[in-house]
């Protein structure tokens, strides 16, 4: 939030909105992306990806977006625009937030309680679609969000003594085209191997030899079923 035009220091109320702003869009918009990623493209060649995924998604990712809901929610209370809730930034802030703890609930509870692969006849169970989806969704909106409070709040918050920089606009373009491209780009490479190692691995456990098909892939392979 340097300005090209304005040399003086940002105010203390700029700066608290500053490391809000610079903690939420690292935290959406890049790890949390990493995250995706890091399942996108390692899941159909180790099982350790789930532990990659989870440790950037909440361990890692966690601390920065509470320390960024905290920063923001104490920005508004400083700011004098009417309090908390009332308009869009602050209300998408709110269900971003609200939505992000309930993706943890939700991949958890995938990993930890799964349903018998004959409780859905042996497809793929829907819980894991809908968490793949509802993730996508969710950095979706982080990035209309982020790009909102670049050229909308800030300016209407802080009266735009210091404009945001271009470099943090450029960052916002590059960080939501190179996610979206690199997952795509990786559903073309892997998505029908993971879903061939899936229905392996479900067929085992239904034909009652050990093996679980659960949807995190790979699980009971040999070498030769993962191809
Ligand atoms: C995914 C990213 C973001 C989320 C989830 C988010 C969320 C929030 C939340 C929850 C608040 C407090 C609302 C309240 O207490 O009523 C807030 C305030 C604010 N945010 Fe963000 N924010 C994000 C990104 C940004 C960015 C990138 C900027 C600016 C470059 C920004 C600028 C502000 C400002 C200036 C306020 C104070 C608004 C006011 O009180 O008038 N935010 N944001
Ligand atoms: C405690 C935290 C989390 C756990 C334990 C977890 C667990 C999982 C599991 C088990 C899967 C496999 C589901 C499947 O079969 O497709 C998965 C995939 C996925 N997760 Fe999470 N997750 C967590 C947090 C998150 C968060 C916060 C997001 C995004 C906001 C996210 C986004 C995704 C996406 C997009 C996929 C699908 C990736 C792909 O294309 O293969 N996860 N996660």
């Known amino acids: 939030m ?7 220091p940002l105010t203390p109320i700029e700066e608290h909105a500053r490391i809000h702003a610079h903690l939420m869009t690292l935290g959406f918009l890049a790890l949390l992306p990493a995250g995706i990623l890091v399942a996108r493209y390692f899941r159909t060649f180790t099982r350790r990806w789930w532990f990659g995924h989870t440790l950037i998604q909440a361990i890692v990712s966690g601390p920065v977006i509470i320390a960024g809901f905290v920063y923001g929610y104490q920005s508004t209370q400083r700011l004098f625009t009417g309090g908390h809730w009332n308009d869009p930034h602050k209300k998408i802030g709110l269900a971003l937030f609200i939505l992000y703890l309930v993706q943890l609930v939700i991949g958890l509870s995938i990993h930890y309680f799964k349903p018998s692969p004959t409780f859905f006849k042996g497809r793929r169970p829907p819980q ?5 989806l509802f993730g996508l969704a969710i950095v979706a909106l982080a990035s209309y969000q982020v790009h909102y409070g670049m050229f909308i709040e800030w300016a ?8 945001v920089a271009m470099g943090c606009k450029h960052f916002w373009l590059g960080c939501t085209t190179v996610f979206f491209g690199l997952y795509f780009i990786g559903v073309a490479l892997f998505l029908r191997r993971q879903y061939r190692q899936e229905a392996v691995a479900r067929d085992k456990t239904l034909n009652g030899n050990g093996a679980y098909g659960d949807g995190e892939s790979g699980r009971g392979l040999t070498k030769q079923q993962k191809v």
Not at 2 to 8: E, F, G, H, I, R
Not at 128 to 132: D, L, V
Not at 156 to 163: E, F, Q, V
């Open 2 to 8: 340097s300005s090209p035009t304005s040399s003086l």
């Open 156 to 163: 209407r918050s802080t009266g735009n003594l210091h404009p």
């Open 128 to 132: 894991n679609y809908f968490h793949a």
